[in-house]
Structures are given as C-alpha cells and as structure tokens.
C-alpha cells in the first residue's frame, strides 16, 4: 500500500473498487442547502438540424468481463459511469473510462463497450439526442476487425508493482 492510500484509508476515504462507485451523496458541504458539481461541459456541434429531436436518458449496467453488442449512434451521445469501469472498442483504437467520468460516443462509427473487471458490474447513465425519426441506436453485425488490445489503467493500478 501507498502513502496516499494509507492516508485514504485513514481518512475513511473509498479504497480498491469502492473508488468505482461515484459518489452521489455527501456533496453538501455542513450546513449549506445545496451543492452541484460539474461532470462535464464541453461545446457540441452535432446536435440535429431538424425542428424536433428525440431525446432519452437511459440507465444500463454491463456485467463483469462482459461487452454490449456492436452498434452505431445515429446522434451525439453522452454517458456517466456511475459504477465500475468501461472501455470503449473502435477498429483502431480503445478508450478508457471509470466512474465519475462523462464521455461521448461518435456519430456513425462502429464500437462497443466492454466492461473489463472481474467482479463488478459498470453501471452507466446515457443521455442521447436523435432526430425525432430516427432511432438512437443501429446495430450492427461484428466487425470483421479486432480492436486494439489494452488492459484499463483501472486494473494496471491494481497490480502489485515488482
């Protein structure tokens, strides 16, 4: 164990896969009303042109070592993993992500999210914005390529170091 996770322990803080599990309460500081912390902000561009757009907020939870279907998105996405950690699969490269963190998916592009741990399952909150005729997601038969392979910096940590 590490100096800073001694100290987390000794300071109740959350250590091993309790760190996967954002935290949803507790943000109100002592004697204050209220408290919102930002996740994500970011300026989007792919928003739909049209008069109407169909919007959805969905929760999903993807079993451990277990990896959704290929698809495509017809209109931007974004999810918070509220649990575990994800990694997003593309033809030429992979993405990491654990909770507490907001990321988007592209338009159009085949990929699928694989949850890489051993035990606990990756929950997530997505948000997603289509033109109203159009269905959010497309899936799509298994691609005729690998993605590239890389374990989660989450798991790396994990590892006893020499």
């Known amino acids: 164990m590490n100096a800073t996770s ?3 322990q000794a ?3 959350p250590t091993g896969d309790d760190q996967l599990r954002l935290e949803l309460t507790g943000l109100v500081p002592q004697g204050g009303r209220h408290h919102r912390r930002m996740l994500f902000d970011e300026i989007e561009t792919r ?3 049209d008069p109407e757009a169909r919007v959805a907020v ?3 939870e993807l079993m451990p070592g277990q990896a959704a279907d290929w698809h495509v998105h017809n209109g931007p996405v974004w ?6 950690i994800v990694t ?6 992979v993405e ?3 909770s507490g963190e907001v990321y988007s998916e592209p338009i159009g592009v085949v990929h699928r999210a694989r949850n890489p741990h051993a035990s606990l399952p990756a929950a997530f909150v997505g948000f997603w914005i289509t033109a109203a005729d159009r ?4 899936p799509v038969a298994p691609p005729p390529w690998m993605p590239p392979d890389s374990a989660h910096p989450w798991l790396q940590q994990l590892r006893p170091s020499a």
């Open 96 to 98: 990491h992500f654990r």
């Open 58 to 60: 969905n929760l999903s």
């Open 6 to 8: 001694a100290s987390q």
């Open 79 to 84: 999810f918070l993993v509220v649990q575990g």
């Open 135 to 138: 269905p959010h997601l497309i």
């Open 88 to 93: 997003l699969e593309y033809e030429n490269h």
């Open 11 to 13: 300071a109740g803080a």
């Open 47 to 49: 928003l739909p042109r």
